[in-house]
């Protein structure tokens, strides 16, 4: 999971008021970040600070390898 970015699982629909991840960051941080805000989606930005998605806990946990 430290390995997979979060954009790999990402939707395109947006997640207004979730907890905001960079689109790059990993699974990994996605997991830890969605535990430590009681979360089970996250806003994904891109590099600008611009909306990129949203990456759902489901997303992860159904993800192939």
């Known amino acids: 999971l430290s390995l997979v970015p ?3 699982c ?3 629909e947006p ?3 979730a907890p905001v991840l960079p689109a790059g960051a990993s699974l990994h ?3 830890a970040l969605m535990i430590e805000r ?3 989606r996250l ?3 891109d590099e600008t600070g611009a909306p990129a998605g949203s990456l759902a806990l489901r ?4 993800r192939r390898p």
Request: aromatic fraction near 0%; charge should be neutral; glycine fraction near 4%.
């Open 38 to 40: 009681r979360s089970a």
């Open 10 to 12: 990402a939707s395109p």
């Open 15 to 17: 997640a207004p008021g």
């Open 43 to 45: 806003a994904l930005v």
């Open 29 to 31: 941080e996605a997991l």
């Open 6 to 8: 979060a954009r790999a």
């Open 59 to 62: 997303a992860i946990v159904e």
